[in-house]
């Protein structure tokens, strides 16, 4: 009922920056869905990145991130992004977009983000 969607993914050299973006399949972000970025790399856990709600806009940083990572949401589009700069070559992952409403946590299949050095 809710499936989020990744775009955005791609190759990007080492120092350049790449914006991705989340929507919902079918439908809208709603209320108090809280909307979180995450990244896996191969062979390292999963790592929340970055986290904002809906309506109001709070947002929260892993501590490491906040440097290089902004997440924001656009309504007229219905979609929340992550931009990335700076990134490294560490930073090659496959990106999740999370929605969480009601409690339940929906995940998308991700999008591939890989960094050439």
């Known amino acids: 009922q809710v499936q989020p969607v990744e775009s955005g993914g791609g190759l990007v050299q080492a120092g350049g920056s790449l914006t991705l973006s989340c929507s919902v399949s079918g439908g809208t972000f709603v209320g108090d869905d809280m909307v979180a970025w995450y990244r896996q790399a191969p062979g390292k856990e999963r790592e929340v990145i970055a986290t904002?709600?809906?309506?109001?806009?709070?947002?929260h940083y892993t501590d490491s991130m906040r440097s290089r990572f902004t997440i924001y949401r656009n309504y007229h589009e219905n979609r929340a992004f992550l931009h990335m700069n700076g990134l490294k070559f560490e930073d090659t992952a496959i990106y999740c977009c999370?929605?969480?409403?009601?409690?339940?946590?929906?995940w998308g299949q991700g999008t591939q983000v890989a960094i050439s050095s």
């Open positions: 904002i709600t809906w309506d109001d806009g709070s947002r």
């Open positions: 999370s929605v969480k409403r009601s409690s339940v946590e929906y």
